[in-house]
């Protein structure tokens, strides 16, 4: 076995795990390229048999460009908080998989569980909430050195299309966490597209200011929240599924289908561009024997359009509330929309609103929504 330095990227010894190509030479068996460290120049991740571990924490840098091949997986070290993917401001990740050879991120543990590592966050630089003084600038959440935001807004950080994360989510404290796939300030000239979250520790996937839009995003177990909307995002989601299967346990005390605030954390409620989304199509499942504590809790300044939704819940599973829109640090805007069909079979109780603002709610009894789970075939997932 001999090792070899990856030229195509430039590592920080100091900070990072040296970066290598392990190429076996003695044996018929594949090649293990481990990856962490500064990505400062253009890599390309083929599907040619490697073996790609995820052993550290990989930033893509300003300027360069991270590809993925079509059918690749990347298997992450067990690790937790120290091993993520970050796409900084200004880099890209190509993740342009399809129907038949999906693009998938998991864990390299013999028994998965979620939390096993960090997932995948990407920094753009469109804009953010804001005092009116401030700049459109912010720290990600788990690394306050690295910056999001901007005036951008068709800013592009690539592509993920036929994605698929897993057993992503590690947690670092109440306040700081790592999601399935976390979008800091991306830009609506970034694709995202066709992407399945499963057996996530924290949220499946989260929107922290930005303006790039998302089509057929299917999570599975988030422990957290399926959906979130935070710092300012101005997006349109379209056929957005979120499954809770039974048994499956929550690890915070408020875990939602979709949670949304205008600002970030309700911390700044005088920000200037507040969180103004679409939601077009959304369905949510609740298989798991508890009370969660909204299916759609949008509040702290938030404007919402949300037309095609639907919510399910099966024996022993509730909400707390359908639709709340009331929060002590600030409301959702009168000017929220929401369309939603309850199935009020198993006792959910499609009357259960909190509308402090006044806003438009249109909610009636069904037992369909308008999301195709034949959108998500590729995924192998059975409904």
Same mark, same amino acid.
């Given at each position: 076995?001999?090792?070899?330095?990856?030229?195509?990227?430039?590592?920080?010894?100091?900070? #990072?795990?040296?970066?290598?190509?392990?190429?076996?030479?003695?044996?018929?068996?594949?090649?293990?390229?481990?990856?962490?460290?500064?990505?400062?120049?253009?890599?390309?991740?083929?599907?040619?048999?490697?073996?790609?571990?995820? =052993?550290?924490?990989?930033?893509?840098?300003?300027?360069?460009?991270?590809?993925?091949?079509?059918?690749? !997986?990347?298997?992450?070290?067990?690790?937790?908080?120290?091993?993520?993917?970050?796409?900084?401001?200004?880099?890209?990740?190509?993740?342009?998989?399809?129907?038949?050879?999906?693009?998938?991120?998991?864990?390299?543990?013999?028994?998965?569980?979620?939390?096993?590592?960090? *997932?995948?966050?990407?920094?753009?630089? @469109?804009?953010?909430?804001?005092?009116?003084?401030?700049?459109?600038?912010?720290?990600?959440?788990? =690394?306050?050195?690295?910056? #999001? *935001?901007? %005036?951008?807004?068709?800013?592009?950080?690539?592509?993920?299309?036929?994605?698929?994360?897993?057993?992503?989510?590690?947690?670092?404290? %109440?306040?700081?966490?790592?999601?399935?796939?976390?979008?800091?300030?991306?830009?609506?000239?970034?694709?995202?597209?066709?992407?399945?979250?499963?057996?996530? %520790?924290?949220?499946?996937?989260?929107?922290?200011?930005?303006?790039?839009?998302?089509?057929?995003?299917?999570?599975?177990?988030?422990?957290?929240?399926?959906?979130?909307?935070?710092?300012?995002?101005?997006? !349109?989601?379209?056929?957005?599924?979120?499954?809770?299967?039974?048994?499956?346990?929550?690890?915070?005390?408020?875990?939602? *289908?979709?949670?949304?605030? *205008?600002?970030?954390?309700?911390?700044?409620?005088?920000?200037?561009?507040?969180?103004?989304?679409?939601?077009?199509?959304? !369905?949510?499942?609740?298989?798991?024997?508890?009370?969660?504590?909204?299916?759609?809790?949008?509040?702290?300044?938030?404007?919402? +359009?949300? +037309?095609?939704?639907?919510?399910?819940?099966?024996?022993?599973?509730? #909400?707390?509330? #359908?639709?709340?829109?009331?929060?002590?640090?600030?409301?959702? +805007?009168?000017?929220?929309?929401?369309?939603?069909?309850?199935?009020?079979?198993?006792?959910?109780?499609? =009357?259960?609103?909190?509308?402090?603002?006044? @806003?438009?709610?249109?909610?009636?009894?069904? !037992?369909?929504?308008?999301?195709? +789970?034949?959108?998500?075939?590729?995924?192998?997932?059975?409904?």
């Amino acid at each position: 076995m001999k090792k070899i330095l990856l030229t195509a990227l430039a590592c920080s010894t100091l900070l #990072f795990n040296s970066c290598t190509t392990e190429d076996d030479s003695t044996t018929s068996g594949p090649s293990t390229e481990n990856l962490s460290g500064n990505l400062t120049t253009n890599l390309r991740l083929q599907n040619d048999g490697t073996e790609y571990v995820l =052993n550290g924490t990989l930033l893509v840098k300003d300027g360069a460009t991270l590809t993925i091949d079509a059918g690749v !997986t990347i298997k992450a070290l067990a690790g937790g908080t120290d091993v993520y993917i970050l796409v900084e401001k200004g880099g890209k990740i190509i993740a342009d998989g399809t129907p038949s050879n999906p693009i998938r991120f998991t864990s390299n543990a013999s028994n998965p569980a979620p939390g096993d590592w960090g *997932g995948l966050i990407i920094n753009g630089k @469109a804009p953010i909430s804001r005092q009116a003084s401030s700049a459109s600038n912010a720290a990600t959440e788990v =690394n306050n050195n690295i910056f #999001f *935001g901007g %005036d951008i807004s068709n800013d592009n950080s690539g592509i993920l299309d036929h994605v698929i994360l897993e057993y992503t989510g590690a947690r670092i404290d %109440d306040e700081t966490e790592h999601n399935g796939l976390t979008l800091n300030g991306v830009g609506s000239g970034t694709t995202i597209s066709n992407i399945f979250i499963k057996n996530g %520790d924290d949220d499946a996937i989260e929107f922290f200011g930005g303006t790039v839009n998302a089509s057929n995003i299917l999570v599975v177990n988030p422990k957290d929240d399926m959906f979130d909307f935070s710092q300012g995002y101005t997006g !349109t989601c379209s056929n957005l599924y979120g499954i809770r299967e039974a048994g499956y346990t929550a690890v915070t005390s408020d875990p939602r *289908g979709i949670e949304a605030d *205008g600002n970030l954390d309700g911390n700044s409620p005088t920000d200037i561009n507040q969180s103004n989304f679409t939601i077009n199509g959304i !369905t949510i499942i609740h298989k798991g024997g508890i009370e969660l504590t909204d299916a759609m809790k949008i509040r702290r300044g938030a404007t919402a +359009t949300i +037309t095609g939704a639907y919510v399910e819940v099966g024996t022993s599973s509730s #909400f707390a509330d #359908f639709i709340d829109l009331n929060d002590s640090r600030g409301n959702a +805007t009168a000017a929220t929309n929401i369309t939603a069909v309850g199935n009020a079979a198993n006792g959910l109780n499609i =009357n259960d609103n909190v509308n402090g603002p006044s @806003a438009t709610l249109t909610v009636s009894n069904g !037992t369909s929504g308008s999301v195709a +789970t034949s959108l998500f075939t590729w995924t192998g997932y059975s409904f």
